[in-house]
């Protein structure tokens, strides 16, 4: 009997999806960017550590900002890097650079003692990578895996980055207690460059020729301006980009200077302030795991945008927490309706974009929540040093409901859905 050659080749096309967490191509991605993750945690420590004991507090403060000014400028630019040289290889360069420079600082650390000035040139190696490191590790999971498991990534994603803040800062004063600042530098950069093998190892999906004419089709400012015209013509990217960044504005402050002023308002002090952040940490991780097991989540539009609105409301109850063990329960719910809603934001971030597009895609997205929402920390500090925490804790959690608001009225991303 002769077999059709036609239906052969259609049969043998067909080839399961592997999921994600069983996929040794992701997994080898998820090794590298956890052990990069953990290095910078390790790092973030050594930093701070370092700059306090060569300087004062107001100098040491300083060392910790001067990351911000280059990362917060350079973003979108390190957007158009990532799309035109591809995001592998630019986190492979920018992970090497990263590793070179925290060893050679702590070489200099162990043979010398230079004061604050090779810590603040570090910082700022660091801030000026990381605009193109932070769009660039945003656009390469989609280079790495099918579009219908993009949200299980997202989930193991956030599985690293809890791991990474769990481990990291223990693993750091381990060394800072060991060797000092030039020890915790060195393990740093070793982490991070444990990283670098594990993605030259990992394969990923070439774009079409018409993409890659895409993502490089001109000057660097044009190819800036067509990126950002690409989100402001997108009908699920424009409002996307809009929730996301009302969301992030929301969150910041409370959960970050508000939660110290609210604990030394409560008087439930340090340990108690620990519990709450151990709860939100707790949440986050529960929703990244959920996303990691089902791997998908209908209706991801509609659920991230009640997740934004929920999650607005349990910020805003956090202030009126009457003890700390309702103030964790409270943190736990705040942890996984902000995990769930940041995750799913971020798989239809990666799914709608034009994958020629994605790095500047990224950048956009990350310039509002690296550059813009640190800045209403100072605003949130000063805003509860005049009225307490309870007013700017409610107007908070109504500027991040406003991203819900976004995410329920706009149609188009109402009812995005993430691929199959």
Do not use: K
Not at 149 to 163: E, K, P, T
């Amino acid at each position: 009997m002769s077999v059709n050659p036609a239906i052969t080749t259609t049969a043998e096309r067909v080839v399961p999806v592997r999921p994600a967490h069983r996929d040794p191509n992701v997994l080898r991605w998820l090794g590298a960017y956890t052990a990069s993750m953990v290095g910078d945690s390790v790092y973030y420590l050594a930093l701070s550590w370092a700059a306090v004991q060569a300087g004062t507090p107001a100098q040491a403060g300083l060392v910790m900002t001067v990351s911000a000014v280059p990362r917060a400028l350079l973003m979108l630019g390190g957007g158009v890097v990532a799309d035109r040289l591809g995001p592998r290889r630019v986190v492979i360069g920018s992970d090497a650079v990263r590793c070179a420079a925290a060893l050679a600082v702590a070489a200099l650390l162990a043979l010398t003692s230079p004061g604050l000035w090779p810590l603040a040139l570090l910082a700022l190696v660091f801030g000026t990578v990381d605009a193109v490191f932070v769009p660039a590790v945003g656009a390469l999971p989609a280079r790495v895996t099918s579009h219908g498991q993009l949200a299980r990534v997202q989930g193991m994603r956030g599985l690293a980055i809890r791991f990474a803040s769990v481990v990291g800062a223990p693993l750091g004063g381990l060394a800072v207690a060991t060797g000092g600042a030039a020890a915790a530098f060195g393990l740093a950069g070793l982490l991070i460059a444990v990283s670098v093998p594990l993605l030259v190892s990992v394969r990923i999906r070439e774009l079409p020729a018409d993409d890659r004419a895409s993502a490089s089709g001109g000057t660097a400012w044009r190819d800036l301006v067509v990126g950002l015209r690409h989100i402001r013509r997108h009908r699920v990217l424009a409002p996307l980009v809009l929730a996301i960044a009302l969301g992030d504005l929301g969150f910041v402050g409370p959960l970050n200077v508000g939660l110290t002023l609210l604990a030394d308002e409560r008087g439930w002090g340090a340990s108690g302030m620990g519990w709450v952040l151990a709860g939100f940490g707790v949440g986050a991780g529960a929703a990244s795991l959920l996303l990691t097991v089902r791997g998908r989540l209908p209706h991801a539009g509609q659920v991230a945008g009640w997740s934004i609105m929920a999650g607005s409301l349990a910020i805003g109850a956090l202030a009126y927490a009457p003890t700390v063990a309702v103030a964790v329960g409270t943190a736990l719910l705040v942890g996984l309706l902000a995990g769930l809603s940041g995750a799913l934001c971020g798989a239809l971030l990666q799914t709608q974009a034009d994958p020629a597009y994605l790095g500047r895609v990224t950048a956009v997205s990350s310039l509002v929540s690296l550059g813009l929402s640190p800045l209403s920390m100072p605003v949130s500090a000063t805003a509860i040093g005049a009225w307490g925490c309870g007013p700017v804790f409610l107007v908070s959690a109504a500027v991040c409901g406003l991203g819900g608001v976004v995410a329920l009225c706009v149609p188009a991303l109402r009812r995005a859905e993430l691929p199959r």
